[in-house]
């Protein structure tokens, strides 16, 4: 079958934010897909809101709009583009939710818009409980027993019927959003009420409870003439009850049955024929071990988490072969070197992929760390490895979470058998960390399955690492024997890890195996449908057969595994840097562990190491190679934190050097350094101890901002407004050392604040824009939307903050890309700090002025190998003739429990950016990008603090030009009734009822404004935030977000909502 000729201009759809359930995987799914699709010859069309993504570059696609996602949005961009077809299953939930939304409104009817890859029958067939329930019976697939509940009252009878604990699964969600698992009535209630709300169709299944068994998926893909593949078998190896997401899983399943796999897959096979879907689909069985019954869970008729986890582990890129199906292609016309033609594909790896999960229980205060059916995860990580336990112990110290085995985690080795084995009744993120310590107080295997269902033969290899580190230990204090050594190596023992146990150092351990010929080896993974892929694993468990060339090279380092402060922008920069290299004519070569990410795409790089970014494994691969440099500039904190060490080792770090990003931490170097150049920075100082800290912030005075020396994403940051809070802090603080103290700043209350990216070669810097945050300092530069081009900042200001840069970038000696964070204070401008490396908002700059920041910066980082001349002088500024609003994306919907005031320690997962000439409606486009879409009209709740009462006006004021109902709390609303504006006043929740909440509960609220402030009114007002995130009602904690909100909605009431335009068309308006 040859390429659909009926076809020629096709809408990809993209996810939108990162969040919890759906993150950078669909970036790499839907990249893949531009690429093949344009390579067949089709124009593409892309819809996506966020900025961080590749996706979105104005070069993937032939047409690119970063517009909110949602029907109204998408009609526009349909009438004004006209494509012939639809390809929504590469988008996540979002896409396949869209596409729905599309059919049954008739906009795609309209249009004359065909969807291809998947039917839109078949999503409802894969996604509505009650007719994907209906297929399976029809094909006589056994499913869990259960029915469909539209109501609370309807979910508690299936429930008393089908007996306690039951699962509750909402139809049309992605991450398990709204589900759980339930075991009374009460629990029901809460649960089923958050289920209907988050279901697109307002359906919950109440379904049996199948706790225990085991969870195994297969990727299956299909083409339109009905031939079948299965490209990976996974196995959880947490039992049902804990999230796919969440679970440690491996590929191939190590303990079932070939018999049970094939069933699986002739049921899967019948499934996705039935669903008639084209390209992959992911089917989730449960499997009794005791009983031998299999039913089906559900499927995801679309690519998905576990599809990118598929791909690498397998090296099938089922994203780009779907997008090729969809457009006509069979399996049987795509050749794939190994096996001649994919039709004839099987898995067939000699190798062990693990995937574990990275969360982020630190940065939500009040979270219990429980893992459930609701997904909790942030990000994961995946390792390659000869056996179980060589890649299960690469993935632990993958995660970079301090773990570099499996021992010895938190407390852990402290506490009693009995204790432990208590810890290990609610699964949790620290899970695997208990069983070791479990297994080493004696507990049996058999006491551990008992509690946690896990399977015998993975708690055995375990405890065989358990029993192999005491007896290593035994020679505590010296080098272990060579023959102890060698095995610890094969089975995954990190150099780090044995040099923490033996308490030597790590460079004894290194030297030791290196002098016994104890070094890894690398072997491939073959990628279907290529010819000359290099993509390679370590093991120190077989002989090496990995070619190295004489090819001038560059290695980079990545990022890692996703969380929160480090994300997709930095996979970004590590993408658009090996395009570059490529470009310059290096070979390229990449080191990642994150299954999710472009950067670890087969053709993003010439050679893709999948292995963790440890000292030990990035040596080994230098070694090897022998690359002209590294760059560690453009991954985060991940590989800046290895630098030093690397140089110390030899490595050549190319770009700015250790010793500057060094400097930029040291406050006492880095102030001394402000004096010297002249620049104003709020009063600081540097602790270690409490007395310190409290003599520090005496003279500074209070409230002060606290944080850790080394860190990303604002961890541990705080305002601390007393003596004793500071005390609290300083007890808790973790790892604190004359080396690491803690930095403390005077607040700068009420300040605006800002940050600029620059792009510098030692001795020039260019400042492309300047980023006004909204939210006022005091939260987090990843939490705050900011604006490009300012809005109010001075002009004078914005060239003081250009010059500043400037010349701290020449005085540090930059080389690459720099990031400088600011506060406004009376018209002041202070220096908050500089990040002499790429930052989150390199994408964002990048595409709102147009400039290629990372090429340009990798062009300066390679000078001294290419002999080319800097192109920073000739770099010119750029007026900018529309505005770019980010917004952050939170999961608070996925922690109902947690109070969403923003603050100084980053708890935003993904973002999103509004274009458009006004700023008003740029904001009100970015607030409607992360489904927090402003009302137009209706009623505003207003309750804010006595510092924010002379600003409230203001904000009252726009509100009532807008025609909206004003309710306030007693002190507020007296306040707005004095400056002449009609305002209600309504109850607060100690005052009797009704009272706000019951208005909130009720419906009768439309946007709620709540700012509370200092530490003992933080709490007494977070459930009107609370209730907020519940009722999906629109709130701001500031009043700078609020009078935004208000300037957004009278942008878009007082005008025609603009014309809407590609990145293209805008990147031509640049002058």
């Not at 065989?464 to 060579?482: F, I, Q, R, T, W």
């Not at 033996?502 to 010929?517: C, F, M, S, T």
């Not at 209600?984 to 009797?992: M, R």
Request: glycine residues 8%; contains cysteine; aromatic residues 6%.
């Amino acid at each position: 079958m040859s390429k659909r000729e009926d076809i020629k201009k096709v809408l990809i759809i993209g996810s939108g934010p990162i969040i919890i359930g759906q993150a950078c995987e669909f970036d790499y799914s839907g990249t893949q897909a531009c690429k093949a699709l344009r390579k067949l010859g089709y124009e593409i069309v892309l819809v996506n809101s966020n900025p961080a993504t590749i996706m979105t570059d104005p070069e993937i696609a032939d047409v690119t709009y970063i517009e909110p996602l949602n029907v109204n949005r998408l009609e526009q961009i349909i009438a004004k583009e006209r494509p012939d077809a639809l390809l929504p299953n590469l988008g996540g939930q979002s896409g396949l939710n869209l596409c729905s939304e599309l059919y049954k409104e008739g906009i795609l009817d309209k249009y004359n818009v065909k969807v291809i890859g998947v039917q839109v029958d078949a999503i409802e067939r894969g996604e509505d409980r009650i007719e994907f329930k209906k297929t399976m019976n029809e094909l006589g697939v056994e499913m869990a027993k259960s029915e469909v509940a539209y109501s609370v009252d309807e979910a508690l009878a299936i429930a008393d019927k089908l007996g306690y604990p039951v699962v509750l699964r909402p139809a049309y969600t992605m991450g398990g959003a709204g589900g759980g698992l339930v075991y009374n009535k009460e629990e029901l209630k809460t649960v089923c009420a958050r289920g209907l709300q988050a279901s697109l169709v307002g359906q919950v299944l109440v379904e049996e409870s199948i706790l225990g068994w085991e969870e195994l998926e297969l990727e299956v893909v299909r083409d339109a003439e009905g031939n079948m593949i299965t490209v990976c078998f996974i196995e959880n190896v947490d039992p049902l009850g804990v999230h796919t997401g969440d679970s440690f899983c491996s590929a191939p399943m190590l303990t079932i049955s070939e018999e049970c796999q094939k069933r699986m897959q002739e049921q899967a096979y019948k499934i996705v024929d039935s669903v008639q879907v084209i390209g992959g689909t992911n089917v989730q069985f449960a499997h009794d071990p005791v009983s031998d019954r299999i039913i089906v869970i559900e499927i995801n008729p679309r690519t998905s988490r576990s599809s990118a986890l598929a791909s690498k582990a397998t090296g099938f890129p089922i994203a780009l072969v779907s997008a090729m199906l969809a457009c006509g292609l069979t399996l049987k016309d795509i050749e794939c070197g190994k096996y001649g033609t994919l039709d004839k594909y099987v898995p067939d790896g000699d190798y062990v992929v693990i995937k574990f999960a990275r969360w982020a229980f630190e940065k939500f205060k009040g979270v219990e760390d429980k893992l459930g059916t609701q997904m909790r995860a942030v990000g994961e990580v995946m390792s390659i490895g000869k056996n179980f336990k060589e890649a299960f112990q690469k993935a632990i110290r993958s995660l970079e979470n301090g773990n570099y085995g499996l021992g010895h985690a938190k407390d852990f080795d402290a506490r009693t058998k009995e204790d432990l084995l208590k810890q290990l009744i609610t699964p949790s993120s620290q899970r695997y960390f208990l069983i070791y310590e479990a297994l080493r107080k004696g507990a049996t295997v058999e006491e551990i399955h008992e509690i946690t269902k896990i399977k015998h033969y993975f708690l055995e290899q375990i405890k065989e690492l358990v029993e192999e580190e005491n007896a290593l230990m035994e020679s505590k204090g010296a080098l272990p024997s060579d023959e102890a050594l060698t095995q610890a190596k094969k089975d995954g023992f990190s150099d780090k890890y044995l040099s923490q146990i033996l308490e030597v150092p790590e460079a004894d351990i290194r030297n030791k195996r290196k002098a016994l010929g104890v070094v890894e080896a690398w072997e491939g993974v073959h990628v279907s449908g290529t010819k000359d892929s290099a993509y390679y694993y370590s093991t120190y468990n077989a002989e090496d057969a990995n070619p190295v060339s004489d090819n001038r090279k560059i290695m980079i380092l990545g990022g890692g595994p996703n969380r929160i402060g480090q994300g997709i922008e930095f996979d970004y920069c590590c993408v658009h840097a090996a395009m570059a290299l490529k470009k310059l004519g290096f070979e390229t070569i990449i080191v990642n562990c994150n299954p999710e990410t472009v950067s670890t795409d087969y053709d993003t790089s010439d050679k893709l190491y999948f292995e963790p970014l440890t000292l030990e494994d990035v040596l080994s691969i230098y070694e090897k190679e022998k690359p002209l440099g590294v760059i560690a500039q453009f991954g985060g904190q991940t590989p800046l934190n290895l630098a030093a060490d690397l140089e110390k080792n030899g490595v050549r770090i190319l770009g700015t050097a250790p010793s500057v990003i060094d400097l930029a931490e040291d406050r006492d170097q880095f102030r001394a350094m402000m004096d010297k150049l002249e620049i104003p920075m709020p009063e600081a100082g540097m602790a270690t101890t409490v007395e310190e800290a409290v003599e520090i912030a005496g003279k500074i005075g209070y409230p002060v901002m606290v944080r850790p020396s080394y860190v990303l994403g604002g961890r541990g940051m705080e305002v601390v407004y007393d003596d004793v809070a500071m005390a609290d802090y300083m007890k808790a603080a973790v790892g604190v050392t004359p080396d690491r103290p803690i930095l403390i700043d005077r607040f700068l209350n009420h300040a605006l604040e800002c940050e600029s990216d620059a792009i510098c070669d030692g001795t020039n810097a260019f400042v492309p824009a300047v980023m006004e945050h909204i939210e006022l300092a005091g939260v987090h530069s990843g939490d705050s939307a900011c604006v490009i081009p300012s809005v109010h900042i001075s002009r004078e200001n914005v060239e003081t903050i250009k010059e500043y840069t400037r010349k701290i970038a020449e005085e540090m000696h930059v080389q690459g890309l720099m990031n400088m964070q600011y506060a406004i204070e009376n018209g002041k401008v202070f220096v908050l700090e500089a990040n002499p490396r790429a930052s989150r908002t390199v994408p964002l700059v990048s595409k709102v002025c147009n400039v290629r920041m990372v090429p340009i910066a990798t062009e300066i980082i390679t000078r001294e190998l290419t002999g080319k001349e800097s192109p920073v002088p000739t770099l010119e500024e750029k007026v900018i003739p529309y505005y770019g609003v980010k917004e952050a994306a939170f999961p608070f919907n996925m922690f109902p429990e947690v109070d969403p005031l923003l603050g100084p320690e980053m708890r935003s997962t993904g973002e999103v950016l509004g274009l458009s000439e006004s700023y008003g409606e740029a904001f009100y486009k970015a607030q409607e990008a992360v489904q927090s879409k402003l009302p137009l009209s209706g009623t505003v709740l207003i309750s804010v603090n006595r510092k924010d009462k002379a600003e409230v006006v203001e904000v009252a004021k726009l509100f009532h030009e807008n025609n909206f109902r004003i309710i306030a709390t007693e002190g507020t609303c007296q306040l707005i009734n004095e400056a002449g504006i009609p305002a209600e006043k309504v109850k607060k929740l100690c005052e009797g009822r009704p009272n706000v909440l019951d208005e909130i509960t009720n419906g009768k609220v439309d946007i709620i404004v709540n700012s509370p402030v200092g530490k003992d009114s933080v709490y007494d007002d977070s459930y009107l935030r609370k209730a907020a995130i519940k009722g999906r009602i629109p709130y701001c904690t500031t009043m700078a977000a609020a009078m935004a909100a208000a300037t957004g909605i009278h942008a878009v009431n007082n005008h025609d909502g603009g014309k809407i335009a590609s990145l293209q068309e805008l990147h031509g308006r640049i002058k």
